[in-house]
């Protein structure tokens, strides 16, 4: 009987669960991953959570929950730095240490540390050391990551093409929902703005995505810019911006403001978020000065769909008499 290895479904499961889920396949374990977010999910997670931690992390010690008498480990790696001189959100830091200190019964946890900053030779230990669980071979360790990073690359670039081969994903994730979505062309396009778990997790956003194609809109996301031009509007900060998802959500917002390729954004942020609370501020202040309408989302575990309803419809309505009226309507709102 084969090893199972869990994977909860939040956090940045949305950006790297096609090198995940492949690396460890290819080492002949079978992958677990937790449901869709829904409300037992959220339950779950409040119950478990310490109240001060943001929606996002209690979501993702709900995923926990879900998994951890499933499967013989979970991964739940220490992402410190993806990229040279830059850092993730403490949040990833701290992540294996919160959900060890909320429970008391947890399987094997794989908490490898990734810490990029000073070079990416450093990655070689985090792989090796998720890998030798299962694997004593470190070159079939190697081979088994290598051929995953390949798939991973081809959805990368699927993402920044918008066109996602379905073979790389599978009926239940959110990201294959999310492209069914957006698959016909309305030629009206609203940026959404925030970290990849508030915009791909559909019950945490009240399936704001299904709302914009309902109103006729079509939605970008910061993964569909490639990074290089990403990176290139980034450096045009009077301050370096040394997290890396603030370079990745503002490098996008300011490329696709410059090139008025967008008729509106709207950023969904969860409450209490130190790092949006900078990044809402320079992307808002670019918008008014092209006259980009621009409104916030800020989503907890009490907020109603209602409410989330009204803004949205209150907002589409806003560009469709901006594109009606010639542009005559605020763009503060």
């Known amino acids: 009987m084969s090893m199972k290895?869990?994977?909860?479904?939040?956090?940045?499961?949305?950006?790297?669960?096609?090198?995940?889920?492949?690396?460890?396949?290819?080492?002949?374990?079978?992958?677990?991953?937790?449901?869709?977010?829904?409300?037992?999910?959220?339950?779950?997670?409040?119950n478990a959570c310490v109240d001060e931690s943001c929606l996002p992390v209690k979501v993702f010690h709900g995923h926990v929950d879900y998994l951890r008498d499933k499967v013989d480990y979970i991964f739940i790696p220490k992402i410190i730095s993806t990229h040279k001189r830059e850092y993730n959100c403490p949040k990833h830091l701290g992540l294996p240490d919160m959900i060890k200190n909320s429970f008391s019964d947890l399987p094997g946890i794989i908490e490898p540390v990734v810490n990029l900053r000073k070079s990416k030779r450093e990655l070689r230990r985090p792989i090796i050391d998720a890998g030798a669980n299962f694997e004593k071979s470190t070159r079939k360790i190697f081979e088994a990551f290598h051929d995953a990073y390949r798939q991973y690359e081809q959805f990368i670039k699927m993402m920044t093409t918008r066109i996602i081969s379905l073979s790389?994903?599978?009926?239940?994730?959110?990201?294959?929902?999310?492209?069914?979505?957006?698959?016909?062309?309305?030629?009206?396009?609203?940026?959404v703005l925030g970290h990849s778990y508030n915009i791909y997790d559909q019950y945490i956003n009240?399936?704001?995505?299904?709302?914009?194609?309902?109103?006729?809109?079509?939605?970008?996301?910061?993964?569909?810019?490639?990074?290089?031009?990403?990176?290139?509007?980034?450096?045009?900060?009077?301050?370096?911006?040394?997290?890396?998802?603030?370079?990745?959500?503002?490098?996008?917002?300011?490329?696709?403001?410059?090139?008025?390729?967008?008729?509106?954004?709207?950023?969904?942020?969860?409450?209490?978020?130190?790092?949006?609370?900078?990044?809402?501020?320079?992307?808002e202040r670019k918008a008014k000065e092209s006259e980009i309408p621009f409104t916030l989302l800020t989503i907890d575990e009490q907020t109603g769909e209602a409410g989330v309803n009204t803004r949205v419809e209150a907002f589409t309505d806003m560009l469709d008499w901006r594109e009606r009226d010639e542009d005559n309507i605020s763009t503060l709102w």
């Not at 790389?168 to 940026?191: A, E, P, Q, S, V």
């Not at 959500?249 to 410059?258: K, M, N, P, T, V």
Request: hydrophobic share 45%.
């Open 5 to 46: 290895v869990g994977l909860p479904r939040g956090m940045l499961y949305f950006e790297y669960f096609p090198l995940w889920r492949r690396f460890f396949e290819n080492l002949g374990i079978e992958v677990v991953t937790s449901p869709r977010t829904n409300k037992d999910i959220l339950d779950r997670g409040i």
């Open 206 to 283: 009240m399936e704001l995505i299904r709302k914009l194609k309902n109103a006729n809109f079509d939605v970008m996301t910061a993964e569909m810019v490639e990074e290089k031009k990403i990176r290139e509007f980034a450096s045009k900060l009077p301050k370096r911006m040394f997290w890396t998802n603030g370079q990745r959500i503002i490098g996008a917002a300011y490329s696709l403001i410059d090139a008025k390729a967008i008729s509106g954004i709207i950023y969904v942020s969860a409450f209490g978020c130190g790092l949006d609370s900078v990044f809402i501020d320079l992307i």
């Open 168 to 191: 790389t994903l599978n009926k239940n994730d959110d990201i294959h929902i999310f492209r069914n979505i957006i698959d016909h062309y309305n030629g009206r396009k609203i940026l």
